[in-house]
């Protein structure tokens, strides 16, 4: 419905008659403090979380008890009336207006719509994110406004509800699109010269990533930083890759594409090689295999993620493979098991051997081992799955046959 407040502005409230994340139904009860953000949804995360809805500038967003309320302006008013999750949209210019009017001998922008707007709902101060811009920050309280950055300001969001792992599902499957895509180039693919040739043309990194991000957006995903890394470049983890790729040696594939429709991601990575493989990389790819299986074999509520990431620790001990640190670099294992995965790539919680983490029933994790060695390769095999009280959910789906004859 449209009605007028006190404040003599125009506003919108009342539940939404459409989403645009469709068959997804996001809808989490809480009880919100006092909060501010001012950003765009590409950028915060917990600024889609919290009003559901897609826009690529900075604009106001607070949560005053229980009620969301946005401040858009005229190019996104409507649509956020429409689609958006928040219980009332006001639109920018009429709070424009009243602000150049109160502030005379200033430039108004934001922090002075936001002092009104805390006025007009009787409000002291905000609880901010800890990314908060601190120029407006400085505004704001130069205004009289008690601004406080806290570290999490939607801890819920590490429980994911059925809806959520919906979501992330539907970016596995996107991701595992995208690995297929380029298994069907490196099947394709010729051995000439030691090099991977298709169509004539070397293969490289590049293309492979092509096809990648082409398979995702097809599927209604964006891939950016897509990684198709192969040989010692694959021993840097966070290598995209580039040039050409040979025959014989490892090629890892990471694939976290944004669902367009929903702004969740997935998160898969395969290790491929088109030629034969070595018993060393045999070897390699066995034990990380093992490592992983030992790692899923633990995930469950209460669990330390300090202690899953030790399954994959001892696995690669029985397995001889040594983890190094040297002034040319680390050698073996020398990232976390895994992380959280929702409306951010990374997110809580973590499962490293660098901090302790008590898993929690519906969060969303990878589950993702690796080892590197220059000269050898590199290997990685990632999974997603959400911590339940037994066993894991596995919300990724790709086989793991990597030698490509």
């Known amino acids: 419905m449209r009605r007028n407040d006190e404040s003599g502005f125009a506003f919108f409230t009342g539940r939404l008659s459409s989403h645009p994340a469709g068959k997804y139904n996001f809808n989490v ?15 915060s995360a917990d600024m889609l979380y919290f009003g559901r809805f897609n826009v690529p500038d900075p604009f106001i967003a607070l949560g005053i008890g229980r009620k969301k309320i946005a401040v858009l302006n005229a190019l996104e008013f409507g649509r956020a009336r429409k ?34 707007l805390a006025r007009h709902y009787k409000q002291r101060g905000f609880s901010v994110p800890e990314d908060f811009p601190a120029g407006l920050c400085d505004r704001l309280r130069a205004l009289g406004l008690k601004i406080t950055p806290v570290a999490a300001l939607f801890p819920e969001r590490e429980i ?39 169509n004539g043309k070397p293969l490289t990194s590049e293309k492979l990533r092509t096809a990648i991000e082409i398979a995702c957006l097809e599927a209604g995903a ?16 966070h290598e995209r890759g580039h040039g050409p790729l040979r025959a014989n040696e490892l090629i890892i594939v990471d694939v976290f594409p944004r669902v367009s429709a929903t702004g969740y991601h997935g998160d898969m990575t395969r290790t491929f090689l088109k030629g034969r493989a070595s018993e060393a990389q045999h070897n390699l790819v066995s034990a990380v295999r093992a490592a992983q299986l030992a790692s899923l074999h633990v995930v469950r509520t209460g669990v330390n993620g300090r202690h899953v990431h030790q399954q994959c620790l001892d696995v690669f001990a029985r397995h001889g493979f040594e983890t190094k640190h040297t002034p040319k670099g680390s050698v ?22 660098t901090v302790d983490y008590i898993l929690k029933k519906g969060s969303v994790v990878t589950v993702e081992p690796g080892l590197y060695y220059p000269g050898l390769g590199g290997c990685r095999i990632e999974d997603v799955v959400q911590v339940t009280d037994a066993k894991p959910k596995l919300l990724s789906s790709f086989h793991y046959d990597w030698e490509l004859r």
């Open 222 to 237: 964006l891939s950016i930083g897509t990684i198709a890394a192969g040989g010692d470049q694959a021993c840097d983890p």
């Open 332 to 353: 073996g294992f020398f990232h976390g098991t895994g992380h959280g995965l929702g409306l951010d790539v990374h997110e809580p919680p973590r499962m490293s051997g």
């Open 29 to 43: 009860v809480r009880t919100i403090p006092s909060l501010l953000l001012y950003s765009d949804t590409a950028r």
């Open 160 to 198: 994911k509800t059925a809806a959520e792992a919906a979501a992330i599902r539907e970016g596995n499957r996107c991701s595992a699109l995208g690995i297929a895509a380029a298994e069907k180039l490196l099947r394709a693919s010729k051995i000439i010269g030691g090099k991977l040739v298709h």
């Open 83 to 116: 689609t958006s999750g928040f219980d009332v949209v006001f639109p920018l210019e009429p709070w424009l207006k009243k602000a150049r009017e109160r502030h005379t001998d200033a430039k108004v922008g934001a922090a002075e719509v936001i002092a009104l």
